[in-house]
């Protein structure tokens, strides 16, 4: 003879289910917010990304892919102050009329090759290498940040060749202080 056994979760232990509760839906919106805000958004035919969210290293060249006949959108934490391209017949560079920290590229030759664009956004630069590609295109950069991580001194900190100093604190002395007269300092 079998008992049919009906468990009721609620009036056994209702803190235990609302915890069970609360921990599942944690688990999804984890998971859903890592693909929704992810900080590369993938394409959906294997290429690159197209749109990505990047911190820089002023340090470090970063390449740009574009495609002839599609603008890109680099667009800064700061606002944007000067922008030097390197041979203008090759890529257009814009200021938006909107947002003071966008610049638009627009590739207006693949013959001619890769040039290079230097950006200056605040008190950062930044420089950048657009090649020139019928596959790649990346549509919009977000720079979110820079870093200044220079590997020649990631060595040298690495094997101890550099050594840092420990700042002293100096208090003003006002011993050796003569008193002025009628604001003219002796």
């Not at 197209?50 to 606002?79: M, T």
């Not at 200021?95 to 040039?115: A, C, D, H, I, Y």
């Amino acid at each position: 003879m079998t008992k049919n056994v009906r468990i009721d979760f609620q009036k056994e232990n209702p803190k235990m289910d609302l915890q069970i509760l609360t921990l599942a839906i944690f688990i999804v919106l984890v998971f859903a917010g890592r693909t929704l805000f992810s900080k590369e958004h993938p394409a959906s035919d294997g290429q690159p990304p197209r749109i990505k969210d990047e911190v820089l290293n002023r340090y470090a060249v970063r390449k740009i892919y574009l495609s002839e006949g599609l603008v890109s959108v680099l667009e800064f934490r700061d606002e944007v102050l000067e922008v030097r391209a390197g041979n203008v017949e090759i890529v257009k560079v814009s200021f938006s009329g909107v947002n003071k920290k966008e610049l638009t590229l627009r590739l207006l030759s693949q013959r001619l090759g890769p040039t290079n664009l230097i950006v200056r956004a605040g008190r950062n630069q930044f420089v950048f290498d657009i090649i020139p590609s019928r596959k790649v295109h990346e549509d919009i950069i977000y720079v979110r940040g820079s870093i200044a991580n220079r590997p020649e001194l990631q060595s040298q900190i690495k094997t101890g060749k550099v050594t840092f100093q420990k700042s002293k604190t100096i208090h003003p002395s006002y011993s050796n202080h003569t008193p002025t007269q009628k604001g003219v300092i002796r």
